[in-house]
């Protein structure tokens, strides 16, 4: 696994973490076709969600009011800092929900699923319940997983035919006016 | 369906005890009695006034239960000696933040989906906490008067602290609103800002559980129930939360939603909303348990998968011999196809509730929800129908529950091979000696009539569920049950008419375990999770966005113990 930094804004959603995550790479960072960042869940006294990136230099970062963690070094908020310590480890040893991945650009409308294997990172695609996959209907929000250090994507039955990821672009919220 | 029975109502909210002889009355098992008649009883007990009798922890420490006596009685059909009442114990009205309509509207449309009890369960928060609590109580004692044959109990639908949503209900009486109220101040999650999954927030809850023991210990309210809603739903309540409600409340912690509510919440559009059933659709968050696989974040044959796999979390709470039942609810907010809408000008939060609804002529197809009554239903055996027999039934553990009506009723009874028709049915214990030969014995009244979507539901197979009790689990997270499959399966033959009966041998008894049922309209399966040797013919995964409710129906029923002495 290449060099990574752990960044921890306390984000309470994984869409919070997406957000920042974006904001990040448009503003500081600057986005690479080989960078890999994901999502780690921090779970504890306040659980929250903090990310891992891939191929940057953290010194951008430092300056801001967030938790830093690359290799040994650690700056921001304490808190932040171990949490993203935590993202860094966890993505250092092959888990993390994956959000920029190469070739996820490319992952957009109806795709056959051998084109997403040969296209993207994504290794394996998984079918809940059974079934194998061949039409990926991608919604445009594709969110594999790091499996023991493999890059996994569920995907579940979808009306109609084909397939679509397990995770839903929009999930109706709890306690929402439905 | 509908109402054939006549019912000697009490009416609680006009005298303060409800069945006050109930706990001299050697006629009404200890099981039978409201937890406030039993501590009544057992006082008289240590004063040596009546017989002794003990309460049990495990199912390897109760008494036998036989079935109640099957004398038929004016209250219309029994099945084992019981009535089977319909319910539904997670319904939102007005007064809740998400939905809209009336405690009457709620009531009206249960009782005429053929409901004989409902529990109104608006959402926990602060202004309910505030004026909600209180404000819902006139209109639940005037829906009680209004309509006579179907019982209505106020409750709560509690933010577990650091978990998901439970069903809190009392028995009604003088102090109902008051301890809902007191019990919503200092326990609700959102009240308290104690939603995040942390420790101190897990003993909040049991702090909650607690309070709610003391109420009915001091007679304040006769009796409480919990049972937590849409358990498996955003994977918050972990494995060692569900056991730690038990364990702090035994008796009034009974069980969870086997099959969430918001079952139309899968048609697919135009005609629906296209989501997931039971509004199941999500994925993990920091406030999750990891080690929940991602299936359980859906729904399989419109269940809940803590219930629907077979050797799962519910099997793996039952393998511990302590009973956990399940129960199927509308949870109806906004009812699928409806053409009404919050009344105008409505200000909830100075109000409590929303003004009441009004027709606007707008089809709701992106409602997710049934009336109650409608399609999910909680079936109870009770001694009679009273609020009380209703809660002693839950707490028995005699429940069953089905989708779309899928059957008119089941006779469950596990018997000594050869020794007469009676034994242990539904939520019930059988005590034999090592080796005795057992069998199951089922009858099940196949639908007669059409449901409310207008067609008479056919059941096509029976499954028989076994599992060995194994004690106290070691990980109290735990989540598999290695001993449980489905052990016998019987296809229903297409000419069954009226009623598909079948006996099994469950063999010499060397070990205490549970036997349990399972039926389906066979129109979607798939292999278990767990394999096909375990279930070889399992409820397969809802399509979300294309989950039909009325063209995958199953039923569930609690076990029956059978305990080696």
Request: net charge negative; hydrophobic share 40%; proline share 5%.
């Amino acid at each position: 696994m290449k060099e990574v930094v752990g960044i921890d804004a306390g984000s309470a959603t994984v869409q919070d973490a997406e957000h920042l995550l974006g904001r990040l790479l448009e503003e500081v960072l600057g986005r690479t076709d080989a960078m890999v960042a994901c999502t780690h869940f921090v779970r504890g006294e306040r659980p929250h969600v903090a990310l891992s990136v891939t191929g940057v230099d953290s010194a951008a970062l430092v300056s801001l009011e967030l938790g830093v963690a690359s290799g040994s070094e650690r700056s921001g908020p304490p808190e932040l800092a171990a949490g993203a310590a935590l993202a860094a480890a966890a993505f250092a040893a092959g888990e993390g929900r994956a959000v920029i991945y190469p070739g996820v650009s490319g992952l957009v409308g109806t795709r056959s699923a051998s084109e997403v294997l040969a296209e993207s990172a994504i290794e394996e695609i998984d079918v809940m319940g059974g079934g194998v996959a061949s039409l990926v209907h991608t919604r445009d929000f594709v969110r594999p997983e790091y499996v023991n250090g493999r890059l996994v994507l569920l995907t579940q039955p979808a009306g109609g035919g084909g397939v679509v990821p397990f995770e839903v672009p929009n999930p109706t919220p709890c306690c929402a006016d439905h | 369906m509908g109402h054939h029975h006549t019912h000697d109502h009490d009416h609680p909210h006009s005298h303060e005890n409800v069945e006050p002889s109930d706990a001299t009355d050697a006629g009404v098992p200890d099981e039978e009695l409201s937890p406030s008649a039993l501590s009544r009883r057992n006082l008289l007990r240590s004063a040596g006034l009546l017989g002794t009798g003990a309460a049990a922890s495990t199912v390897l420490t109760a008494p036998s239960t036989a079935s109640a006596d099957t004398r038929s009685s004016s209250s219309g059909e029994r099945r084992a000696g019981y009535l089977w009442l319909a319910g539904d114990h997670h319904i939102h009205t007005q007064y809740s933040s998400d939905a809209m309509y009336r405690v009457i509207d709620q009531v009206r449309h249960g009782n005429a989906y053929g409901l004989d009890w409902m529990v109104i369960t608006d959402h926990g928060g602060a202004t309910h906490a505030r004026i909600g609590v209180d404000k819902v109580n006139p209109d639940i004692r005037a829906a009680r008067d209004e309509v006579r044959d179907t019982l209505v109990f106020q409750g709560l639908e509690w933010n577990i602290p650091g978990a998901e949503h439970a069903t809190v209900f009392v028995h009604p009486g003088r102090h109902e609103v008051g301890v809902l109220k007191q019990f919503e101040n200092d326990y609700d999650g959102s009240v308290k800002n104690a939603s995040d999954n942390t420790p101190a927030n897990e003993a909040l809850a049991i702090a909650g559980l607690t309070f709610l023991k003391k109420q009915v210990d001091k007679g304040r309210v006769d009796d409480a129930l919990f049972l937590a809603n849409h358990p498996a739903r955003r994977g918050v309540d972990s494995p060692h939360e569900i056991r730690a409600w038990r364990d702090a409340a035994p008796g009034i912690a009974i069980g969870f939603e086997g099959a969430p509510g918001h079952q139309a919440a899968g048609i697919p559009e135009p005609n629906g909303g296209g989501g997931g059933r039971g509004f199941y659709e999500g994925s993990p968050s920091a406030n999750s348990f990891p080690g929940y696989p991602l299936e359980s974040y859906r729904t399989w044959g419109g269940f809940d998968w803590m219930t629907s796999t077979v050797g799962g979390l519910w099997d793996s709470l039952l393998a511990e011999g302590k009973s956990w039942s399940i129960s199927a609810n509308s949870d109806c907010h906004v009812v699928w196809a409806d053409t009404a809408e919050r009344g105008p000008d409505s200000n909830f939060d100075l109000n409590g509730r929303y003004n009441d609804p009004v027709h606007n002529g707008t089809i709701l197809t992106s409602a997710g929800d049934f009336w109650p009554g409608f399609y999910s239903r909680t079936n109870v055996g009770a001694s009679r129908q009273s609020y009380a027999a209703v809660m002693s039934g839950m707490r028995a553990g005699r429940i069953w529950v089905d989708h779309g009506h899928l059957i008119d009723g089941i006779d469950v009874q596990v018997r000594r091979a050869g020794h007469g028709p009676s034994g242990a049915t539904i939520g019930g214990v059988l005590r034999v000696k090592r080796g005795a030969a057992v069998e199951l014995v089922v009858t099940v009244d196949l639908a007669q009539q059409p449901n409310w979507a207008q067609f008479v539901p056919r059941l096509a197979r029976v499954d028989v569920v076994r599992g060995d009790v194994t004690g106290k689990a070691s990980d109290r997270d735990t989540f598999s049950a290695p001993t449980a499959r489905v052990a016998s399966s019987f296809e229903v033959p297409a000419g069954a008419a009226k009623r598909f009966s079948f006996k099994l041998s469950l063999g010499k008894i060397e070990k205490s375990g549970y036997v349990r049922l399972r039926g389906t309209d066979g129109k979607r399966t798939a292999t278990g999770l767990n394999g096909a040797a375990v279930d070889a013919h399992g409820p397969a995964l809802d399509v979300v966005g294309d989950a039909d409710p009325w063209n995958d129906l199953w039923f569930y029923t609690n076990p029956v113990w059978v305990v080696v002495d």
